[in-house]
């Protein structure tokens, strides 16, 4: 059964403290690993998509990154509206491409 | 373009009765799927559609069931309510069965009472 594990549960930072978020994962044949950012009472916001070990994506101050195990998302010099809950998923190989989810890192950026 | 759009976006219902929640996919998508978030859990899959047949099915009972209509918009019904069935439903929508990603509406809250 495909299981996602991500850590820390939550993460307060202070204004331009980098930090990362981590995803481990396990899947029997990846098609993808997702990240999404997720605010309070809406749906997840499509971030980065990952397909293969060692690849990287970036986007404004988020940095994606991908093993065959684990993925991290890196936050460079964060700001208060970086805060939310940033959730991982993998989407398995095959025709029923469900989307796995982790269950978080609710990340609050403080002044 | 246009997003994936839920209906409606809050829900009040009592054990027992019978809910259907709507879902238009995004512009182009044709494979629309729902998930069940509990407070502080992450999203989890119902079940997916694609070209109006199910494609794919989660842990949960019968009780929940779908639709997909030819335009590709759906509907989930959830039977018989428990309380454990309060909870955030978010709908997503695809091209060809997750191609390319998945684009998240802004759910419908449940309460059960």
């Known amino acids: 059964e495909d299981q996602v594990t991500q850590s820390p549960e939550a993460l307060r930072l202070q204004e331009g403290e980098s930090s990362s978020l981590n995803c481990s994962y396990t899947?029997?044949?990846?098609?993808?690993l997702f990240w999404y950012r997720q605010d309070p009472g809406k749906g997840p916001e499509f971030l980065f998509t990952?397909?293969?070990a060692g690849e990287e994506k970036e986007k404004e101050r988020l940095k994606a990154t991908l093993t065959k195990k684990e993925s991290f998302l890196h936050i460079t010099a964060p700001k208060p509206e970086d805060s939310a809950t940033y959730l991982c998923?993998?989407?398995?190989?095959?025709?029923?491409?469900?989307?796995?989810f982790g269950t978080g890192t609710r990340l609050q950026v403080t002044l | 373009e246009t997003g994936v759009t839920q209906s409606p976006t809050h829900l009040i219902k009592t054990r027992g009765q019978q809910v259907t929640l709507r879902c238009s996919s995004q512009?182009?998508?044709?494979?629309v799927s729902w998930y069940q978030q509990a407070l502080g859990q992450g999203p989890q899959f119902i079940f997916q559609?694609?070209?109006?047949?199910?494609?794919g099915r989660g842990n949960f009972p019968p009780r929940f069931s779908g639709l997909q209509f030819p335009n590709y918009s759906s509907e989930l019904n959830v039977n018989a309510l428990e309380l454990d069935d309060s909870a955030l439903y978010l709908c997503?929508?695809?091209?060809?069965?997750?191609?390319?990603?998945?684009?998240f509406g802004s759910g419908t809250r449940l309460t059960v009472v």
């Open positions: 998923a993998v989407q398995p190989t095959g025709t029923a491409s469900k989307l796995t």
């Open positions: 899947v029997s044949g990846l098609r993808g």
């Open positions: 990952l397909y293969s």
């Open positions: 512009s182009g998508h044709n494979t």
């Open positions: 997503a929508s695809s091209w060809d069965r997750g191609e390319r990603g998945y684009t």
């Open positions: 559609y694609y070209r109006e047949e199910e494609n």
